[in-house]
């Protein structure tokens, strides 16, 4: 009911249930930016796509253009590219009123040519390099979220301070409490189920009104496109409310961060290609689970700006935080970076290092390179730990800050291989931006700390 084909459009349009057409794309951070159509000028215009401006895959969080790309700059004069409609994607958007939505790949102004820097067409690639061995990508991703009982523009006038959060103590799996955010999880529920966004469940997190909120699996590019259709459903029905809610990684020194596990596996001919009968300590599957579990570890470090994008991220992992710290994995251990569970056609890893602030489409992208090349080379993962990773000696630990991940991500050839020349150096200097832009402000904390003692 919810996804529609060109012809299902055109009947809904001139029943007009539909009249306006969003065509969006994810930028680098993942946020979704294109543009609202007429639906007849879509129907009769605009199938194949329309022109954006290419400096959208070059601005920063405040849409500032920022100069050192070669993609796009003042040099070059800021051409065009061109939004394709994925029209799989196109489906209607029931919390926006008569409007339908498609997702878009980024391709030249005037050919059918992907961009390579595009984040939906990094996690196109790696899709194809798993189809082209065999497999399909499964993938789940659990997003960690904060609620708050005030609006954005109101958030914003008080600078993201003093906020009050919409529960007012911990309520992981709490339903009297959860009770009390219902109206807004029950509405955004629904909405994503009327859009082709099918929803298992929510639920209570670890901190004051903190949620997490569980989408349906589906093959990886699908699940991306799920993913950000759902963080756009949320903070656009919690603006309607007189809401707002973050995804920051860490939004309060003082309480849990908010996480993206993303549940992983491989299937062929309709069945779950890690089911097996080797034994792998406490887990039985295949041969093929084992190198995928293998080459996502070994190169995790590698990718960590993938996983964790932000200054911001790095401050969720903390010792007894539900965040990992040390590269280890486990059967059904909520201290390990990796988290297998599930027996048989239901087993998947778990990843529990990306933060709720990621990329999927980066994200996923890098999961899926580093588990095919640990297919390739037939790694052997480490043995099975069993305890709490946080105490444990020996193990090796994640990347610390931004600018560490970044040196791994520049410095490592698997990754220069797995993407590119051309998106290495973007990205690094995508991050590297965001990191020189940190340390040019002035925070809170230094005022309270030297204003008056120094």
Known sequence: MSHLSLEELEARVREGEIETVILAF??????????????????????????????????????????????????????????????????RVAWLEKTAIALCDLTTAEGEEPIPIAPRS?????????????????????LEYYIFACSYREAAAAGYTNLEQAGW????????????????????????????VPVESTKGEWGRGQHE??????????????HVLFKQCLKETADRMGLSVTFMAKFDAAQAGSSCHVHTSLWR????????????????????????????IEHAPEFMVFYAPTVNSYKRYRAGSWAPTR???????????????????SLRIECR???????????????????????????????????????????????????EAVERFTSSDFVRRA??????????????????AFEAAVTDWERRRYFEQV
Request: aromatic share 12%.
């Open 26 to 91: 994810p930028d680098l951070y993942g946020r979704l930016m294109g543009k609202r159509l007429d639906a007849r000028f879509f129907l009769e215009k605009a199938t194949e796509g329309i022109h954006a401006c290419n400096y959208l895959l070059t601005v920063d969080m405040g849409m500032e253009p920022v100069q050192g790309y070669r993609f796009a700059n003042w040099q070059a004069g800021y051409g065009d590219l061109r939004l394709a409609p994925d029209l799989k994607t196109l489906r």
């Open 122 to 142: 990094i996690l196109r690639r790696q899709v194809q390099r798993a189809a082209e061995m065999g497999y399909q990508v499964m993938v789940g991703s659990e």
């Open 169 to 196: 103590y911990l309520e992981d799996y709490h339903i009297l409490q959860g009770t009390r955010e219902e109206e807004i999880h029950a509405t955004v529920r629904r909405f994503l189920n009327e859009s082709g």
């Open 213 to 226: 909120l569980n989408l349906r699996y589906a093959d990886a590019l699908e699940m991306a496109d799920r």
């Open 269 to 296: 001919e309709g069945k779950n290609a890690f089911a097996g009968d080797r034994n792998y300590g406490p887990v039985q599957a295949s041969d093929l689970f084992g190198w995928f579990l293998a080459g996502w």
């Open 327 to 345: 590269l280890t994995w486990s059967y059904d251990n909520r201290t390990a970076a990796f988290r297998v569970v599930g027996r048989g056609q």
């Open 353 to 403: 290092i990306p933060g709720a602030d990621c990329n999927p489409y980066l994200c996923f992208a890098a999961a899926i390179a580093s588990g095919l090349d640990g297919m390739e080379r037939r790694l052997a993962p480490p043995p099975a730990f069993s305890g709490d990773s946080y105490g444990a000696a020996g193990l090796a630990a994640l990347p610390r800050s931004l600018p």
């Open 419 to 436: 993407l590119g020349e051309e998106v290495v150096e973007h990205y690094a200097h995508f991050y590297r931006v965001e990191q020189e």
